[in-house]
């Protein structure tokens, strides 16, 4: 009975193994987003350059509501440095929602998409820092918010290639685990 305990035991192991594993390898990667003032005060939201190439759509939305308040979709290829006025509409992309006049409310949060995956900034209550970029994480200079450029994670089938290779690896594994271990416990009554 010793050694069944101990297979069951290893068992579960396994699969909590596999399932953190599954678990870790589904956090796609999205890029930073940040914010600015611009020459006017008026704040630029900043997308790290990596990631500014798989942006698809930037909307504002309303913090409680969720409203959308602004928003602009991608419409061409042509490259993006990644900054743009809060409300306003860079090449390449082309308004959906306008801008209304008035400022945009403290607490909404600016949505940059890739069509898949989305990275978040929340408008401050206060004043931005010049010469720095303020992210949800805090106030960071120029140097380190570029530093860690990353691309968002790409979208369809092809994504999930890895994860399911791996996952299946797993479960090959456990299954031959389970295997051996029901062997050696036969073995052991018998």
Same mark, same amino acid.
Not at 4 to 30: F, K, Q, T
Not at 63 to 80: A, K, M, P
């Given at each position: ?17 596999? @399932? ?6 589904? $956090? =796609? ?10 020459? $006017?005060?008026? =704040? ?40 743009? =006025? @809060? ?13 209304? &006049? ?21 408008? =401050?209550?206060g004043a931005?820092?010049p010469g720095?970029? &303020? ?26 290639? &890895? ?8 479960? @090959? ?10 062997? &050696?416990?036969?073995?052991? @009554?018998?």
């Amino acid at each position: 009975m010793a050694v069944v305990g101990i297979a069951l035991g290893a068992v579960v192991v396994a699969l909590m193994a596999l @399932v953190l594993m599954v678990v870790g390898m589904s $956090d =796609p990667a999205v890029p930073w987003v940040g914010l600015t003032p611009g020459a $006017d005060g008026a =704040p630029n939201l900043v997308v790290q350059r990596e990631g500014a190439r798989g942006v698809t759509e930037v909307s504002l939305e309303a913090e409680t509501s969720f409203d959308v308040l602004w928003s602009v979709e991608r419409v061409s290829d042509e490259v993006w440095d990644g900054v743009i =006025p @809060v409300g306003g509409v860079p090449r390449g992309f082309e308004e959906r929602v306008p801008a209304g &006049t008035e400022s945009f409310p403290a607490g909404s949060t600016i949505v940059v998409t890739n069509g898949c995956y989305g990275s978040y900034v929340t408008m =401050p209550r206060g004043a931005l820092t010049p010469g720095a970029i &303020t992210t949800d994480d805090g106030v960071l200079d120029v140097d380190e918010f570029s530093a860690d450029g990353s691309a968002f994670s790409s979208c369809g089938p092809d994504d999930l290639k &890895t994860p399911l290779a791996i996952a299946g690896g797993g479960v @090959v594994l456990l299954l031959g685990g389970i295997v051996l271990l029901v062997a &050696t416990a036969r073995r052991r @009554v018998t």
